[in-house]
T-cell receptor
Framework: NAGVTQTPKFQVLKTGQSMTLQCAQD?????MYWYRQDPGMGLRLIYY???????DKGEVPNGYNVSRLNKREFSLRLESAAPSQTSVYFC???????????FGPGTRLTVL | AQKITQTQPGMFVQEKEAVTLDCTYD???????LFWYKQPSSGEMIFLIY??????QNATEGRYSLNFQKARKSANLVISASQLGDSAMYFC???????????????FGKGTLLTVNP
């Protein structure tokens, strides 16, 4: 039982490059989320998917797109990376309202 | 206005002593949930404890307890008998509403860095 997995763990991009962050969960959860964590800012929600086939914007969606490929997988795409997107990205999933979201290990992204 | 406020950027505590980490929240929704997460230096996010807005009792999980004062809109985390391994960043978070379907998105505070001294 791996929980939530994310790939890659680290990535360096140049401004304008594109990339996709992958996330998968094996807990059969309906809801999945992408957060970013910046120093002194806590975690902020980028996009979420309440169920397979649906996605919605969170607090900071600009510059990102997402795909809920199936119930297990939820990817985050940066079409044209900017230095302001340098951050640690966390994927999470949840099922119960009282259960904490389960987080992946994070992806540390640097945009030069 | 911030929905989750953690006013202590850093806290220090002696090993084996208790420590309280403050969290205040702002919501007009009568249904909400409050969570605490621990983030050690390795970076992973670890769920610690949950309190629902309708729960009558304060939540407890081992050495963690949540001091829930609904009228004051505060949800402080109490760690008893601190251990060196408790040194980490601690985040308070809130889920508003019962969620559409199973949507349980969270709003996080900025965190408190706890250092446990031997």
């Amino acid at each position: 039982n791996a929980g939530v997995t994310q790939t890659p763990k680290f990535q360096v991009l140049k401004t304008g490059q594109s990339m996709t962050l992958q996330c998968a969960q094996d807990m059969n959860h309906n809801s999945m989320y992408w957060y970013r964590q910046d120093p002194g800012m806590g975690l902020r929600l980028i996009y979420y998917s309440a169920s397979e086939g649906t996605t919605d914007k969170g607090e900071v969606p600009n510059g990102y797109n997402v795909s809920r490929l199936n119930k297990r997988e939820f990817s985050l795409r940066l079409e044209s990376a900017a230095p302001s997107q340098t951050s640690v990205y966390f994927c999470a999933s949840s099922e119960q309202p009282s259960g904490g979201s389960i987080f992946g290990p994070g992806t540390r992204l640097t945009v030069l | 206005a911030q929905k989750i406020t953690q006013t202590q950027p850093g806290m220090f505590v002696q090993e084996k002593e208790a420590v309280t980490l403050d969290c205040t929240y702002d919501t007009s929704d009568p249904s909400y949930g409050l969570f605490w997460y621990k983030q050690p230096s390795s970076g992973e996010m670890i769920f610690l404890i949950y309190q629902g807005s309708y729960d009558q009792q304060n939540a407890t999980e081992g050495r963690y307890s949540l001091n829930f004062q609904k009228a004051r809109k505060s949800a402080n985390l109490v760690i008893s008998a601190s251990q060196l391994g408790d040194s980490a960043m601690y985040f308070c978070a809130m889920r508003e509403g019962l969620g559409g379907g199973s949507n349980y998105k969270l709003t996080f505070g900025k965190g408190t860095l706890l250092t446990v001294n031997p």
